[in-house]
């Protein structure tokens, strides 16, 4: 069950990340959007193409960094990987996620969505680091998942935005809402598996049969 997770987590994270480098890297800015947004995309080309790419240095590194081996064989190699994940990543991707939040597409609940979800994530970066900073290794963990329930918002609005399309909702009505469920129901699902291993550990032992 969990090597099916991972892989299903290397394919979407690189695979979204694989689609974000051919419509950014290749192909005219905005050509794959809604008009409304391409205009908003060429007015603030700097924002989104530092969003852009910052982000997805996050999606991209993400996966490695849960890799049990990576971190006991090549300990430098993942603290490399977090400090790039975290300062170019979260930091870059979250700033300038923050500010293209302003001028999101879908009025001001799509606006406070994304300007939520960029606060959530340069929060949680900032904890994450401070905690492996002060050597907490447990705490380092949990805002680690935290964060990167939130850098798989790249991957779910993927997900969503089409599905939404097939499901025959007027895009003005589903953006707005995506804004909100591409990461707020995966903050709520790390923290109900933080439950559940927390409560797994405190599973008190059966007693020993008297027999
Ligand atoms: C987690 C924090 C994030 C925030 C706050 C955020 C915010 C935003 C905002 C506000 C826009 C502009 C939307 C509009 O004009 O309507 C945008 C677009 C975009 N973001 Fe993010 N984003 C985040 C994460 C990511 C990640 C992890 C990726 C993955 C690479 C990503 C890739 C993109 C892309 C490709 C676009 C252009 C629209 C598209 O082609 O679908 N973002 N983001």
């Given at each position: 069950m969990?090597?099916?997770?991972t892989i299903w987590f290397y394919?979407?994270?690189l695979g979204v990340a694989a689609y974000v480098v051919f419509a950014y890297g290749f192909m005219p800015l905005g050509s794959l959007v809604h008009p409304d947004m391409k205009l908003n995309f060429l007015a603030h080309k700097a924002g989104i193409y530092i969003h852009v790419f910052s982000s997805l240095v996050a999606l991209s590194l993400s996966p490695f960094q849960f890799s049990s081996r990576l971190r006991s064989s090549r300990p430098r190699l993942h603290r490399f990987i977090g400090r790039t994940y975290l300062g170019v990543g979260v930091a870059l991707g979250g700033l300038s996620g923050l500010y293209m939040s302003a001028f999101a597409f879908g009025g001001l609940v799509a606006k406070v969505g994304f300007a939520c979800l960029a606060a959530c994530w340069l929060v949680t970066g900032m904890y994450a680091f401070l905690a492996i900073r002060r050597g907490d290794?447990?705490?380092h963990r949990k805002w680690i998942v935290r964060n990167v329930s939130l850098t798989l918002a790249g991957v779910t609005l993927r997900v969503y935005l089409p599905s939404s399309m097939l499901a025959g909702i007027p895009f003005e009505l589903s953006y707005p809402l995506i804004a909100w469920l591409c990461w707020a129901p995966n903050l709520l699902v790390a923290e109900l598996a933080f439950?559940?291993?927390h409560n797994h550990s405190f599973k008190p032992k059966p007693l020993?049969?008297?027999t």
């Open positions: 969990k090597l099916f997770g394919i979407l994270a290794v447990q705490e439950a559940r291993t020993p049969s008297s």
